[in-house]
């Protein structure tokens, strides 16, 4: 589970990262307004964490953003403004939740936690096109019946790009997706296309209809229709 955590005030920060890290998240960070904005552009996270009062902007904003882009993703307001003025605004923009601060980290992480179930709830736990039935508690993808054998990436990949189906799927969003943003890109779009290649082999071996389309230059795209 990968976690935007922006704040402006360091030590608070730096704790909340420390925190959350050990609670097994992937915790990337942003402290101001634009480093924030730069982010939610480029990358996917699962739950983002948003300070109000930030230099260079509104974070109520970032929330508006943040919703515009993907409407899945978990947002909680961390704010020291604390009227129901505030609250009711912060949660008519998108956000999920909103903290009070100062607030307790492991209130922080029971919410986390709390929202990111709500989000896999909605989710069914099997997805089905065609003859191709993924099941994501089980990570287990059949075609025709037949279990496919795939590797782990190659399974994230058929399931990053089905879930975001009839959408064009960047590569740089596969790479963020799969490698966080720590991997260079051009290494990281040849491992891509490898996968790729190799999940179609095993899709077509299986009789599975073409799903997987590339988008000559930008990326690839589930379609079902
Ligand atoms: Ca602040």
């Known amino acids: 589970m990968k976690l935007l955590i922006i704040e402006d005030e360091q030590d608070l920060l730096n704790l909340i990262i420390r925190y959350l890290k050990k609670e097994g998240y992937l915790c990337e960070y942003a402290v101001n307004f634009k480093e924030g904005y730069k982010k939610i552009n480029n990358f996917e996270y699962d739950c983002a964490i948003v300070d ?3 230099p260079g902007g509104d974070g109520l904003k970032l ?3 943040l919703r515009a882009d993907n409407s899945q993703v978990g947002i909680i ?4 403004r604390d009227t129901i003025e505030d609250r009711i605004s912060g949660l008519n923009i998108g956000a999920d939740d909103y903290l009070t601060k100062p607030f307790n980290l492991s209130e922080l992480n029971a919410r986390i936690k709390a ?3 709500r989000k896999t709830n909605q989710f069914s736990n099997e997805i089905h096109f065609g003859d191709l039935s ?6 287990k993808v059949e075609a025709g019946g037949k279990l496919l054998q795939l590797t782990k990436k190659e399974y994230n990949i058929l399931v990053y790009l089905a ?12 790479a963020e997706h799969l490698w966080g943003d720590y991997m260079d890109n051009a290494v990281s779009f040849d491992f891509i296309y490898a996968h ?3 999940l179609r082999k095993k899709l077509a071996e299986n009789g599975c209809g073409d799903f997987l389309k590339t988008v000559y230059g930008i990326g690839y795209k589930f379609q079902t229709h």
């Open 163 to 174: 879930r975001n189906k009839n959408r064009v799927v960047t590569k740089d969003s596969i």
């Open 115 to 117: 929202i990111l179930r």
């Open 63 to 65: 929330v508006q953003y």
């Open 134 to 139: 993924i099941n994501l508690e089980e990570r």
């Open 52 to 54: 109000l009062n930030l």
């Open 77 to 80: 307001v961390i704010s020291a």
């Open 196 to 198: 790729v290649k190799n």
